[in-house]
């Protein structure tokens, strides 16, 4: 492991392999990720992978519009042989109260506004069991639609950054956990580690939902916290579900995986655990079990093969924090998705490297620096589930 480092990046997610790729493609070349487990062990390859348009807030929705468009042509531009799982099936949200419909109506608007070409929609009940003839319509008034959304595989993303950057000289240190960073005054000069100590004048928090701990170390007190997330898949049938679904009513969503596996979750967050805890529970296989085979009676003697969790990285807006610590010189954060940094983490690591080379970031995310805990100007993204 090398002892100096221009940038040293904590956590080697989606978002800190992106990073890192994207500072070298800029040219800076003396870049360290650090990575306490394998690459994409934490919230990146446990989440469900979707990729949408249909956010709520305008920088999430540029954010997400730069960001399908990067994973298009991904494994190309990566020159990662293995490709991606890249499938656009569409994101169905569906809205069983006229509250929920006003809000996807509104969103779709916001989305038609910024001029991105995005062909995202509101459809009536009969358009919904069109796309999805196997859902049980029940109490289903409309629903938002894009067909450009879609899934794709978390591990494939990440280790296709991982791949560019180490190419382009970037080390990559895996089961390396950071115990402390080094501070003379207010500005960070190395990290220690398991294995030892780098010095660095530059410090991304790209750790997830250990980012606030990470902050603790140079004395920050960052509100996030973690919050459990369970999912469950079936076993393997024919394809018969082309889009993602999601009911912000019920807290649900599923999908159908290219293996033919049907996988699927359930948001509960006045229920679940807010602490680093990975253990599933006989609860949610009997929550999740009753509430798809609402949406999806025809799954009712289908076999379950395995859940797993993961943990949301919670902030109070449901929005991530970016960008420079003006009390910690020399610290970023890029933590904080609340469950959807997966999506967004090819754009992000173009944006974060932009900040830190002190470049003006193609997209504008001011509105989710750490600051506005403090001033109260909260930027809630209403399309979380």
Same mark, same amino acid.
């Given at each position: ?52 348009? +249909? ?14 468009? %990067?994973?298009?042509?991904?494994? *190309?531009?990566?020159?990662? $042989? ?20 006003? +809000? ?14 995005? =062909? ?8 919904? @069991? ?40 970037? *080390? ?10 080094? %501070? ?32 603790? %170390? ?25 889009? %993602?679904?999601?009911?912000? +009513? ?18 509960? =967050? ?27 009676? $025809? ?29 910690? @010189? ?19 690591? +173009?944006?974060?490297? @932009? ?15 750490? @600051? ?10 209403? $399309?979380?589930?």
């Amino acid at each position: 492991m090398r002892k100096t480092a221009e940038v040293v990046i904590i956590g080697g997610g989606v978002h800190g392999c992106s990073i890192a790729y994207h500072l070298a493609r800029q040219g800076c070349r003396e870049v360290v990720l650090l990575e306490k487990d394998t690459l994409a062990s934490g919230g990146t390859g446990r989440s469900a992978a979707g990729i949408r348009h +249909q956010f709520g807030t305008e920088v999430n929705i540029r954010l997400a519009t730069a960001s399908v468009r %990067m994973m298009e042509t991904l494994a *190309e531009d990566l020159d990662y $042989a293995p490709g991606i799982e890249l499938k656009q099936g569409g994101y169905l949200m569906l809205a069983y109260s006229e509250p929920t419909l006003d +809000q996807l109506r509104r969103n779709v608007l916001l989305q038609h506004s910024l001029g991105l070409g995005i =062909p995202s929609r509101i459809l009536d009940p009969d358009g919904v @069991e069109e796309i999805v003839p196997h859902l049980n319509m029940d109490g289903i008034i409309g629903a938002s639609y894009c067909h450009k959304d879609g899934h794709v595989n978390p591990f494939h993303v990440t280790q296709a950054f991982a791949e560019a950057a180490a190419r382009l000289g970037v *080390e990559i240190n895996t089961f390396t956990e950071v115990t402390g960073i080094k %501070m003379r005054g207010s500005k960070v000069t190395g990290v220690l580690t398991n294995r030892g100590e780098i010095s660095c004048a530059k410090i991304v928090n790209a750790a997830g939902p250990y980012g606030a701990v990470i902050g603790k %170390m140079v004395g920050l007190d960052i509100p996030l916290y973690p919050e459990r997330h369970q999912i469950l898949v079936t076993e393997p049938l024919e394809e018969f579900l082309n889009p %993602m679904v999601i009911s912000f +009513q019920h807290g649900t969503y599923f999908k159908q995986t290219p293996h033919g596996s049907l996988l699927m979750g359930v948001g509960d =967050p006045l229920h679940e655990v807010k602490e680093f805890n990975y253990n599933a529970t006989w609860q949610f296989l009997e929550d999740v079990a009753k509430k798809i085979t609402y949406h999806l009676p $025809a799954l009712k003697d289908v076999s379950v093969v395995r859940q797993w969790t993961g943990l949301y990285d919670i902030t109070p807006d449901y929005q991530a924090i970016l960008g420079a610590t003006p009390k910690v @010189e020399g610290f970023y954060l890029d933590i904080g998705w609340s469950g959807h940094g997966l999506q967004l983490g090819p754009v992000v690591g +173009q944006v974060m490297s @932009e900040i830190i080379l002190e470049k003006e970031p193609f997209v504008n995310v001011d509105v989710m620096r750490l @600051e506005r805990f403090e001033t109260g100007e909260l930027y809630p993204e209403p $399309a979380c589930v």
